[in-house]
Nanobody, 129 residues
Framework: QVQLVESGGGLVQAGGSLRLSCAAS????????MGWFRQAPGKEREFVAA????????YYADSVKGRFTISRDNAKNTVYLQMNSLKPEDTAVYYC??????????????????????WGKGTLVTVSS
């Protein structure tokens, strides 16, 4: 069992930065791939970024590539999402998720969230124009 708690959301102006954190419980954190997803009002949840269990491989949605960076610290049981050059369209609730087995090709399919095993409750990011 893995419990995930996100933090770091808030209100920021367009062009600004935020860093989200996701703290995981459990001694098996380092064996899970981790991901960030987001859901804007009235829209479906979408994939943002993912990282392999070792941190050696990262994956990004085209909409955030070059602006967001995912990283993890297995010693601290924490995964991060550094968000730079934020845009109003980045406004959403951001969710952290863990996957025992990550299939990168499925991250870009119709149901990328289907392979994630555990979810946090989310943190709200609001970007004002």
């Amino acid at each position: 069992q893995v419990q995930l708690v996100e933090s770091g959301g808030g209100l920021v102006q367009a062009g600004g930065s935020l860093r989200l954190s996701c703290a995981a419980s459990g001694r098996t954190f380092s064996s899970y791939a981790m991901g960030w997803f987001r859901q804007a009002p009235g829209k479906e949840r979408e994939f943002v970024a993912a990282i392999s269990w070792s941190g050696g491989s990262t994956y990004y949605a085209d909409s955030v590539k070059g602006r967001f960076t995912i990283s993890r610290d297995n010693a601290k049981n924490t995964v991060y999402l550094q968000m730079n050059s934020l845009k109003p369209e980045d406004t959403a609730v951001y969710y952290c998720a863990a996957a025992a087995v990550l299939r990168p090709s499925k991250l870009y399919g119709s149901s990328p969230e289907g392979q994630m095993d555990y979810w946090g409750k989310g943190t709200l990011v609001t970007v004002s124009s």
